[in-house]
């Protein structure tokens, strides 16, 4: 079966950074992308990164473009989302999903919450 953990998550004053980790396994399938999802209290759920196995393609979201990283260690089977110059708004259960495929495909096709195996978020608290 497929497993998706996230951690790294706690609280942080504003300007602050957290790394995130996405430990994985189980996979059967070589060509996959690792989305990082965030939903804060009373919004959407909202895909803010990610990245291919196979090319390390990568997306952002607008809204954390410039200050949040994801990169992979293939070795480990874990894949980062790096996050500095936190802001309040920033505050949110984070999430990992996976799936087949390419991130390019995700995208053009606006289906990041499409992937079919998500992993428990962790909390990120920035206080301001």
């Known amino acids: 079966d497929v497993q998706l953990q996230a951690s790294g998550g706690g609280l942080v004053q504003a300007g602050g950074s957290l790394r995130l980790s996405c430990a994985a396994s189980g996979f059967t399938f070589d060509d996959y992308a690792i989305g990082w999802f965030r939903q804060a209290p009373g919004k959407e759920r909202e895909v803010i990164s990610c990245?291919?196995?196979?090319?390390?393609?990568?997306y952002y979201a607008d809204s954390v473009k410039g200050r949040f990283t994801v990169s992979s260690d293939n070795a480990k089977n874990t894949v980062y989302l790096q996050m500095n110059s936190l802001k309040p708004e920033d505050t949110a259960v984070y999430y990992c999903?996976?799936?087949?495929?390419?991130?390019?495909?995700?995208?053009?096709?606006?289906?990041?919450?499409?992937?079919?195996?998500w992993g428990k978020g962790t909390q990120v608290t920035v206080s301001s």
């Open positions: 999903a996976t799936d087949v495929g390419r991130c390019s495909y995700y995208y053009e096709s606006d289906d990041f919450d499409g992937m079919d195996y």
């Open positions: 990245i291919s196995s196979t090319d390390s393609n990568t």
